[in-house]
């Protein structure tokens, strides 16, 4: 079975620290994955994605993830956060022979003066 | 690159009254969503098309939505009667066929019933 699970549906953090959303899928083989950015009453804005090239992937905003087959992980992190970072992230999957994409439920993140 | 187009941007209605969202995705892009997301939540898939053909819809409320995409391009989905709960933003999506899935959204159809 296909599924997406973040594991925290609220990360708090002080801006000026390191910003850590945690993200796994679930799948017999590896998905393409992505992280969506959603601000408050906006779209949602892709950050970054992963497709079987560098396991180490680069998004916009200073954003970066990690692919981990070993722990069906891709989290996604900043090394110092900006009260800009504020919004709901979400964890997507996208499984080619399915031709579907699986969305997690989301983190809200908060950033703290 | 232009974007995936949705509108009407806002909508307003009563409930049991009727409304019809479009999309226009990406040029070429064959695979086209659409996305309910209530206030809170994640989105929720509701239709899958590939070309002009269903391949998911088994989340579709087939009672009082459906939804068309005529000549693989542009798609409507249409909600009669709409219900209080039905309140939510809309979202297109459209991919490319490939490994390398690009998922582009517009910027979504916020209905409101009252």
């Known amino acids: 079975a296909q599924s997406v699970t973040q594991l925290d549906s609220h990360v708090s953090v002080s801006e000026g620290t390191p910003v850590l959303l945690r993200c796994n899928y679930s799948s017999s083989y590896s998905p393409s994955l992505f992280w969506y950015v959603q601000h408050p009453n906006k779209g949602l804005q892709l950050l970054l994605k992963y497709t079987s090239a560098a396991t180490l992937v680069k998004g916009i905003n200073g954003f970066e993830a990690e692919f981990k087959k070993s722990e069906t992980s891709f989290h996604l992190t900043k090394p110092s956060a900006h009260m800009s970072d504020a919004a709901e992230y979400f964890c997507?999957?996208?499984?080619?022979?399915?031709?579907?994409?699986?969305f997690g439920s989301g983190t809200r993140l908060s950033i703290r003066p | 690159e232009a974007g995936v187009a949705q509108s009407p941007r806002y909508k307003i209605i009563e409930k049991r009254q009727s409304v019809a969202f479009w999309c226009n995705p990406i040029?070429?892009?064959?695979?086209l969503y659409w996305y309910q997301q209530i206030l809170g939540q994640g989105p929720k898939l509701l239709i899958q098309?590939?070309?002009?053909?269903?391949?998911?819809d088994s989340q579709l409320p087939k009672d009082r939505f459906s939804a068309e995409r005529l000549k693989g391009v542009d798609s409507t989905l249409k909600i009669q009667p709409a219900k209080l709960e039905d309140s939510a933003v809309y979202l297109c999506a459209s991919s490319s066929s490939g490994t390398d899935y690009g998922y582009t959204f517009g910027s979504g159809t916020r209905l409101t019933v009252v």
């Open positions: 098309f590939q070309n002009n053909g269903v391949v998911d």
């Open positions: 997507v999957g996208g499984y080619s022979s399915a031709s579907k994409i699986i």
């Open positions: 040029s070429g892009h064959a695979t």
